[in-house]
């Protein structure tokens, strides 16, 4: 049986063979608060010799902070303008990047809601999520009592979720 860093390097390798045939492979890792997560990815990250952006911590966005919407004066509207840390293409250049999405079981349905939509079309407001983003989602368990939410069975099922029981 693998490691947890072994495991994750597997699916990362296994998500990056996904994204190159066009497919969309999504993993999450729950624990308990401090039990290492986020410094795994950057860990893992620097092993593969992949770039990751800074982790996006769900449970303190709003739906708006997903996308939100901005005046354009000139055009008198308002225009799409998406969160500065989620990696669009114009950011990410042409080799595969991670971006750890913190917290998630922390986040109201609104902000899944409005996150879920813009992960399964890759799009937020008119920007694109890169093609060669690897996203993975980190969160606590219920079972850890760290004020975690309940995922909808939505979220849940488009996820492989692994379990980290040790500190990094």
Known sequence: MLNIKEQMKSDIQAAIAARTKGGNLIFGYLGMPGVGKTQMVAQVAEELGLRHFGALLLSSCSP??????????????????PNSDIPLDIFVGDE??????????NATSDTWKAFQQGMLSRQFGKHHLGKNVIVLLMGNRQSDKAGSGVLSTAVYNRVTWRNIEWTA
């Open 96 to 105: 595969f990047v991670l971006w750890p999405v913190d917290e998630c079981t």
């Open 64 to 81: 708006m902070d997903i996308v939100g919407k901005v005046p354009n004066v000139e055009e008198e509207v308002l225009a799409s303008y």
